[in-house]
T-cell receptor
């Protein structure tokens, strides 16, 4: 149980385009999902907390107009990188809050974004 | 928010040796202490966790010890193998039921030499 999928796994796009990444909880309902960005040889940095039916909460320094988050259902959250630039190239990972009574995180497999 | 520090940042050992990674946190309300292993280009994988009501937990070659008074917990890997080579992260969390912000340590790159 507690499987999280993420699509696409890899995307290459031109500078200025927008890219949408989907995060789905396959066998449980996730009220809360988290979006992280990870640069090479660095830790996971939380970008935003996505709550079903409400606006996402962004961490300091993360532009909410650039990284649009939608959590329209209890099993799906999307992250759209708008007007992507090469510096947005990174590994984006989502996680969902577990339902086991604790705060276990269940991670998606990640999306490697490369902006040319 | 939680201030998490992880040491060392890099750990190089010979196959068969033991490895210990320490995580220090600041929020005394934290009660869930997981360790994740992340291989290159893959998602973090939970390898062991502990809750504040116990001081130690072991799973074969992997163990976690917790010192709530000193606010640190450690990952212990015995009889290391080359496939243990990865980056390890800690991410202490508060009790469920309220809002929280997951904070990861900076990671420890473990290299196990054959």
């Amino acid at each position: 149980g507690a499987v999280v999928s993420q699509h696409p796994s890899r995307v290459i796009c031109k500078s200025g385009t927008s890219v949408k990444i989907e995060c789905r909880s396959l066998d449980f309902q996730a009220t809360t999902m988290f979006w992280y960005r990870q640069f090479p040889k660095q830790s996971l940095m939380l970008m935003a907390t996505s709550n079903e039916g409400s606006k996402a909460t962004y961490e300091q320094g993360v532009e909410k107009d650039k990284f649009l988050i939608n959590h329209a259902s209890l099993t799906l959250s999307t992250l759209t990188v708008t007007s992507a630039h090469p510096e947005d190239s990174s590994f984006y990972i989502c996680s969902a809050d577990g339902t086991g009574g604790g705060n276990e995180q269940f991670f998606g497999p990640g999306t490697r974004l490369t902006v040319l | 928010g939680e201030n998490v520090e992880q040491h060392p940042s890099t750990l190089s050992v010979q196959e068969g040796d033991s490895a210990v990674i320490k995580c220090t946190y600041s929020d005394s309300a934290s009660n869930y202490f997981p360790w994740y292993k992340q291989e290159l280009g893959k998602r973090p994988q939970l390898i062991i966790d502990i809750r504040s009501n116990v001081g130690e937990k072991k799973d074969q070659r992997i163990a976690v010890t917790l010192n709530k008074t000193a606010k640190h917990f450690s990952l212990h890997i015995t009889e290391t193998q080359p496939e243990d080579s990865a980056v390890y992260f800690c991410a202490p969390l508060p009790p469920s039921g309220g809002s929280y912000i997951p904070t990861f340590g900076r990671g420890t790159s473990l290299i196990v030499h054959p």
